[in-house]
């Protein structure tokens, strides 16, 4: 619930900023910057285009709310019995995590080619509210993560792999403090910057430091 209301707050903040705008939501410590405006052509779409995905092994595509909704309600009781250590140890278990990795809740959002479930915003939506019902932490770092894994399909296929081909991969990322830049050196990218935050970071595989790609 703590999670779907903090994605709902942030898309009412950017229907009233401007394209390119800095907001904050009431009194929360944490500054937003809505993207600026980006124009494309028309973009056509077949309605039928999910009746022609490949099915993965694991049948992720006939699965709906009530088979993820009752592996949900199942986790319910390994989440409840690690609060306190939620609670102390500022962060998800490792028990509480291999639980969601063995039910590829992470993976809901992943592409089929990557083995991920592709799965409707309304299973998303269900499955992190129930989560959310036995600790909002935990539901908040598993929409974090779920967000973060939507961008694997834009990814070349090889890059997408890397990330998210590891069965427990989770990306975690989050906005910058002020300036960050990335700078192209000889091997890859140099980062420089600081980050408010990354959502369940601790737990993560990979993280994805927002920042700006610079020439020097």
């Given amino acids: 619930i703590a999670a779907i209301a903090a994605q709902a707050c942030s898309f009412a903040g950017q229907a009233n900023a401007a394209a390119g705008a800095d907001y904050q939501l009431g009194d929360l410590a944490i500054g ?3 993207s600026p ?21 694991a049948g992720w595509l006939k699965l709906g709310v009530d088979r993820l909704g009752g592996t949900g309600n199942r986790l ?4 409840e019995a690690a609060l306190d250590r939620i609670e102390s140890e500022r962060r998800v278990p490792d028990d509480v995590m291999s ?5 590829e809740l992470f993976r809901m959002c992943l592409p089929p080619w990557l083995g991920g479930g592709e799965t409707t915003p309304k299973v998303v939506f269900r ?11 935990t539901g908040w770092c598993l929409g974090q993560a779920l967000g973060c894994s939507r ?6 296929r090889a890059v997408a792999h890397e990330v998210f081909g590891n069965p427990d991969a989770v990306l975690a990322w989050g906005p910058p403090e002020g300036i ?30 927002i920042c700006t790609v610079c020439d020097s």
Avoid: C, Q
Avoid at 127 to 135: C, L, Q, W, Y
């Fill in 32 to 34: 937003f910057l809505r």
């Fill in 37 to 57: 405006a980006v124009h494309g052509g028309e973009l056509a779409v077949d309605p039928d285009v999910r009746k022609k995905l490949p099915v993965s092994k």
């Fill in 76 to 79: 319910v009781p390994v989440i």
């Fill in 99 to 103: 639980a969601l990795h063995k039910a």
């Fill in 127 to 137: 499955v992190t509210e129930i989560i959310a019902s036995a600790d909002a932490s």
């Fill in 151 to 156: 961008m694997s399909g834009f990814l070349d």
């Fill in 180 to 209: 960050a830049k990335s700078v192209a050196v000889d091997g890859g990218y140099r980062v420089t910057g600081k980050w408010r935050l990354a959502s369940g970071m601790r737990n993560a595989n990979w993280l994805g430091p």
